[in-house]
């Protein structure tokens, strides 16, 4: 199968409908990802093939499960999954944050070269970056565990803002959740092509902080 098929049968098995124009941009990233990769190892996957069902359909599993709104994702590395999450939410903003600059400038690059306008690129610590806004929602990938990605970016959630963390096997990690945050729920994803389990943990800060 081909890159294409990969993406467009996968996509179809997820239950996502995305026009000709999302596709090729999904690719044109893919693409970008594949060329630097060499140069900035931004990801351990080599092969293109499997960058689009690992990285691509991995990242579109959880578009069922979010929310419009203004979003960051917290250690987005080579930009996964907010600009896969910006390229098929084009109404949606995302901010995309990482402390190694080698990676958020690719992801700067590739947000030149895709022509997306609703993404800006931060350089820096979480715990340290102070915005003057806040955001509906902050997604993780493979940033850290539960309670720790909850606690370091407390301070950025807006006040009906909810967390989605993208996980294995989440369960060993909720003992880690601090007091004051609540998990609302845990969604089994299945991604196409991936044998692998995969969750998305949604989570709030509890009702008794927000009183």
Known sequence: MTEADILRTGAVE?????DDKTQSQLL??????????????????RDKSEMVSHHLLDSLAVVPHLWSGRWLDVGCGGGMPGLVLAIVKPDWGFTLLDSNTKKTGFVQQAVIELGLKNVSVHSGRVEDWQPAYKFDGIISRAFAELGDFLAVSKHLIAPDGRWAAMKGQPESELAGVAKGFEIEKIVSLKVPRIEAARSLVIAKVSREQTA
């Open 14 to 18: 997820m239950g996502l409908d995305l």
């Open 28 to 45: 044109a990233y893919v693409d970008l990802l594949f060329k630097w990769n060499k140069v900035y190892n931004l990801t351990a996957i």
